[in-house]
Nanobody, 120 residues
Framework: QVQLVESGGGLVQAGGSLRLSCAAS????????MGWYRQARGKQRELVAR???????NYADSAKGRFTISRNNAKNTVDLQMNSLRPEDTAVYYC??????????????WGQGTQVTVSS
């Protein structure tokens, strides 16, 4: 089995920064795309940023210029550096990864989520 564990959420004032981290563990052969999504109360889950194994990235318009996604393939981790945070960034942030297991089957996995709250 594969587990994704997020850390780094919390409460921050508008204009502040947070860094989210996600570590994948378990029966992993390789990890393809990794990403961060968020879900605000009463809204659908939405993409924040994704990164391919070779480092190509894409960002939601709301994240461009403020957030940076990065990964460490050796450690099976993905981070999201969030700067200039706004109250509308308040949400539960979820890590996602497409993992090829040691039995060579692929599947998409989600972490349990970490709360980010930005106060005005």
């Amino acid at each position: 089995q594969v587990q994704l564990v997020e850390s780094g959420g919390g409460l921050v004032q508008a204009g502040g920064s947070l860094r989210l981290s996600c570590a994948a563990s378990g029966s992993i052969f390789s990890i393809n795309d990794m990403g961060w999504y968020r879900q605000a109360r009463g809204k659908q889950r939405e993409l924040v940023a994704r990164i391919t194994r070779i480092g190509s990235t894409n960002y939601a318009d709301s994240a461009k210029g403020r957030f940076t996604i990065s990964r460490n393939n050796a450690k099976n981790t993905v981070d999201l550096q969030m700067n200039s945070l706004r109250p509308e960034d308040t949400a539960v942030y979820y890590c996602n990864a497409y993992v090829v297991s040691s039995s060579y089957t692929g599947d998409s996995y989600w972490g349990q989520g970490t709360q980010v709250t930005v106060s005005s």
